[in-house]
């Protein structure tokens, strides 16, 4: 999962193991599921769950407290109500709520349905709680009678603890003008009814569907199917109108990665919040083996929309590599409500984020200032963090304190050990293998079915690499010492140096410029503060009201909207202001001013390097 804007970032760490089972024979062991999203309720759906024989006086059911990729406790449970549980003839059978998300049935010999309501998530969310309290929206659900269901299966359905590697057949009946965008097959060809059928619990939690009014395209790249749906509650973003953009990416990924990835489908969830007080907030993706669930403001402009959309699903792209082929015991056997972390998150997160950025410098998507300019702004963010901090012990406890709060830290000082690693992997190999060659020797090693343990991966690396790549796990990733990434950088001829970089003309940092006047949603420039010169050449004071940016209104609904814009701003445009100063409205028409800062950053400084470095990028 990656958390993008205002929100954390994550991906997902479990793998399904994929029995094949036929979807036209119904099989008395599987677990059978109803989930009616035609007759909701107080925004509630009913879901309807039949139980397979057993021969035990008890029998437990559980809805997940944390699911593969979120790396916090959300307690799912808490958004059911009303459990009960029958036998055959209709009558109760007797329960008892062990903890937030299980409940044991007695008589279990006799149970032949339970029964229980579900509330969704993205109502509850407040947009700064994500993972104290707080659902990550694209783990999260959504209900919205006959407009939208984001049906994330661990917020819908549960797993008995006996049954979890049965096949489940889900039917969900739901309004004739909606559409459920998957990569699961429906096996039921009425316009109102669709049936899924996969392999065990496991499967079902990987496969979201989202509800909506049909709005998707679909294309081939080189064999693999892609699906793209979106879900704009006003319009303003079609499928249509993001596909260029994704399936140009999806191309560059596919030829980045070759011969590792041979996923035949894969969907693309896009869900854009309406910014609502009971809408999403939580902005970013969670990947699966065949599908990303992604969660956006609607308000953001098409050109970012469609960078933030390369840059986060790319992210869960590449999580078919890791965790979703190579992974540890920890996830392959994953624990819903009691789980053991894996001690990899480098791997999983890390070495993902930065497949996400390499992929596309190596295949031309960004240029190479810009690869540096990342490189240096994650070098920035992670020495801004715990830097003795052992990786390996973070992502082992990463559930907890003081661990918790040091897991953004897997995109930023991750990304840069996979970056680490690839580095010395090219100087040993004159440039001919980097950390690309490695994750496909451990796809060969182990695989979707075959996880690695947690404490001998170090040593199957060191066994398909060479013997520095060992120090260097066990000196920065395991051990305490803070990276000199400098150092590695040497190695292909990339040294520091300075360049300029235009601030946003109404946010310096984490300082704004202007601020919204409570009681009229005014937008106003604050008083008292040091303007830049975008202010000062346009000669706004503080105090002033600004009404109107380009005949555009500026206020407090659509602040987000036009800040964002003004990212791509260029020196000298021109530009016109309504402005309302002293209660008297003014027209003020001129050009951008920018200011500028010097930041540090990379850039290639050893000729003699050269063919190393361009092994490095474009190899």
Known sequence: MKKILATLAF??????????????????????????????KEDKVQVTVFAPKTNQDQVTYSIPKIIPGTYSNDNYGR??????????????????????????????????????????????????DFGQGDVFSPAGTNIEAGTNFMVNMHGFVGYFQDKKEVPYRVTITHPETLWGATSMTDLDAKNTTDEFVVSRYGELVENPVMYSKPDYTTFNVDGMDITIAVFSPNGKITAESITPEMKKMMIAQKTFLGKINANKKYTVLLYLSSMKPNDAKGFGALEHPT??????????????????????????????????TIHSKEIQYFDYNNPKMSEHLWLYEGVTEYFANLFQINQGLISEEEFYTRINEKIAQANSMNDTMPFTTMSANVLE???????????????????CIDLIIREKSEGKRG??????????????????????????????TYPEVGEFLTTYVSGPTPIPYATFLSKVGVGTSKTKVAENVFVKGQNPYININPQTSEVFVLPNIELNAFFTKLKLQGGDVIVSIN???FTKDNIFEIVTKSQEWKENDPITLKIKRNGKEEIINGNIALSYEEKETFSAQDASKKNLKEAWLKG
């Open 551 to 553: 005949n555009e209104p």
């Open 11 to 40: 991906a997902s760490l479990f793998l399904s193991c994929k029995t094949a089972i036929s979807p036209a024979t119904k099989n008395n062991a599987e677990v059978k599921v109803s989930i009616n999203l035609t007759d909701v």
């Open 291 to 324: 599908s990303t669930t992604v969660v956006m403001p609607e308000t953001i402009p098409l050109p970012m929309l469609q960078e933030q959309m390369k840059d986060v699903v790319s992210h869960e792209f590449f999580h078919i590599v890791t965790p979703l």
């Open 435 to 464: 950390i690309l060659d490695l994750m496909h020797q451990l796809s060969l090693e182990y695989g979707v079915t075959k996880p690695f343990e947690d404490k001998e991966l170090f040593e199957k690396i060191v066994s398909l």
């Open 401 to 419: 304190e003081p661990y918790k709060t040091q897991y953004l830290n897997v995109y930023q000082k991750g990304a840069l050990i996979g970056m």
């Open 79 to 128: 958004f059911i109500e009303e459990l009960k549980a029958y036998d055959s003839k209709g009558n109760l059978l007797p329960i008892t709520k062990t903890d937030d998300n299980t409940w044991s049935i007695q008589t279990a010999k006799k149970l032949s349905k339970i029964t229980y309501l579900v509330n969704d998530s993205f109502d509850t969310e407040k947009g700064s």
